[in-house]
């Protein structure tokens, strides 16, 4: 750990490169434009992961550089909770107010398995979409189905292959829709703002980023119930999976698809 | 655990610098108006990462950096004005930029794997991120009604 730290500080062409995307990001700034009578925000933070993606092809970033950087995503979002912490403290009475509103939406989560999971059986997917719907698929969800499932199971191909589309788009995908739907639909920006707490350090910060460019007045308490709320998300989300999520997931997948091989074989016997 | 010390300092100063800069240009805040700030946000990092290595327990250092940023800026504490004051400074979305830098830059080792994953997957992937955020917005709106909060 000590060894590897040590050549990522000293890794300045790193640091040179994300300083250049960070200025140039900034500079280039926020930007708007409606879809229908949404509105869909572009950030620089936005920007700056399709950049540093983009980056990575080329001979500018080497293997080397892109695994020095994720000590730095470790250390930065740090900042990023320290900086959550100083919002919250102020309004911490208000946030406590709201207390009932910020548990029960945790429940919220649980609707990835009643939305996704019928689409995943639909696409015919076999067991792969317990991995894949149980949960918002982060780390220690990936370590949950290792552990139940075994690492060749389909249940872990299947929750691997959402917690890579979060790992790589997760964070611009969730910045382009909190603003567009809390633009959109008729519920209100703290409620979106509870939502983008999904135990993720980099989607909340590209959520709850997104609502504070399309809602500014409301900037603080954004921050604090997005920040409250992806906190009691890293805390509870794991029980929340292996007591509730996971059992209704596999429950709910073999009614599914006990339904789905009905209708097949009906379908042949027509 | 003194090297160790070290390094996070190194490490923070750095991101700090890039996210210091980034707060200029985009922000119109000046350096100097943003340095206390993010000296504080980084002795709270910094506190938080060494308490977790004190404290036997697993419990991740964002947990403790959360709640010491939470206790310093609470009106009761000492000094709390001035950290909330000089905090502000320093605008979330400066500190969120130079993350989402470096970790487009990391994620370009997952790329291979991204590429392999096959479009039924990715559906359901979106549905997933699609149905945790607007399930938790519904229940959160219903429960924030009812209270009155909005």
Redesign the interface.
């Given at each position: 750990?000590?060894e590897d730290?040590?050549n990522?500080?000293k890794d300045w062409r790193?640091?040179a490169?994300?300083?250049v995307?960070?200025?140039l990001?900034?500079?280039i700034?926020i930007h708007k434009f409606s879809v229908g009578p949404g509105i869909i925000l572009l950030?620089?933070?936005?920007y700056?992961?399709?950049?540093?993606?983009?980056?990575?092809?080329t001979p500018i970033?080497s293997?080397k550089?892109?695994?020095n950087?994720?000590?730095?995503?470790v250390?930065?979002?740090?900042?990023?909770?320290?900086?959550?912490?100083?919002?919250?403290?102020?309004s911490?009475e208000q946030i406590i107010?709201?207390g009932?509103?910020?548990l029960?939406?945790?429940?919220?989560?649980?609707?990835?398995?009643?939305?996704?999971l019928p689409?995943?059986v639909f696409?015919?997917?076999k067991r792969?979409?317990i991995g894949?719907?149980h949960?918002?698929?982060r780390e220690p969800n990936v370590g949950l189905i290792i552990d139940k499932f075994g690492f060749n199971s389909a249940e872990t191909r299947?929750v691997?292959?959402?917690y890579?589309?979060?790992?790589?788009f997760?964070?611009v995908?969730?910045g382009l829709?909190?603003g567009f739907?809390a633009t959109l639909t008729p519920?209100?920006p703290?409620?979106?703002a509870?939502?983008?707490g999904?135990g993720s350090?980099?989607?909340m910060?590209?959520?709850?980023?997104s609502l504070?460019?399309a809602f500014p007045h409301l900037e603080n308490d954004i921050?604090a119930f997005a920040?409250a709320?992806n906190?009691l998300s890293?805390?509870t989300g794991l029980y929340m999976s292996i007591f509730i999520g996971l059992p209704l997931t596999e429950k709910l997948y073999n009614v599914l698809s006990r339904v789905k091989d009905k209708n097949a074989a009906t379908n042949k016997g027509a | 655990m003194l090297?160790?010390i070290q390094?996070?300092i190194?490490?923070?100063v750095?991101?700090?610098v890039?996210?210091t800069?980034?707060n200029w240009?985009?922000?119109d805040v000046v350096p100097v108006a943003a340095i206390p700030g993010m000296l504080?946000?980084?002795l709270?990092?910094l506190a938080?990462?060494i308490i977790q290595k004190l404290i036997p327990v697993n419990i991740?250092?964002?947990?403790y950096?959360?709640?010491?940023?939470?206790?310093?800026?609470?009106?009761a504490?000492p000094g709390?004005a001035k950290?909330?004051e000089w905090?502000t400074q320093?605008n979330?979305?400066?500190?969120?930029?130079?993350?989402?830098?470096?970790?487009?830059?990391?994620?370009?080792?997952?790329?291979t794997?991204?590429k392999k994953?096959g479009w039924?997957?990715?559906?359901?992937?979106?549905?997933?991120?699609?149905?945790?955020?607007?399930?938790?917005?519904?229940?959160?709106?219903i429960?924030?009604r009812m209270?009155g909060?909005?």
């Open positions: 750990m000590t730290l040590k990522v500080w790193l640091h490169i994300v300083f995307i960070v200025l990001t900034e500079f700034g950030l620089p933070m936005l700056a992961i399709l950049i540093g993606l983009g980056l990575y092809f970033i293997e550089q892109a695994k950087a994720e000590p730095l995503i250390l930065g979002v740090t900042l990023l909770i320290a900086k959550i912490g100083v919002i919250i403290g102020p911490l107010a709201a009932p509103a910020l029960l939406q945790e429940f919220g989560n649980l609707g990835t398995i009643l939305f996704a689409i995943a696409l015919g997917l792969e979409s894949m719907t949960s918002v698929a299947g691997m292959a959402v890579i589309f979060g790992t790589v997760g964070a995908f969730m829709i909190s739907l519920l209100h703290l409620s979106f509870m939502a983008s999904i350090g980099s989607m910060a590209a959520a709850s980023g504070v460019a921050i920040g709320s906190l890293l805390s | 090297k160790n390094e996070w190194l490490i923070l750095i991101f700090g890039i996210a800069f980034g240009v985009g922000f504080v946000l980084i709270i990092c938080g990462l991740p250092s964002v947990a950096i959360a709640i010491i940023g939470i206790v310093v800026s609470m009106p504490f709390s950290i909330v905090t320093v979330l979305l400066a500190l969120a930029t130079p993350i989402l830098a470096y970790a487009g830059i990391a994620i370009g080792r997952s790329w794997d991204f994953l039924r997957s990715l559906v359901v992937a979106v549905f997933v991120l699609l149905g945790t955020f607007i399930g938790s917005a519904i229940i959160a709106e429960v924030l209270q909060i909005i």
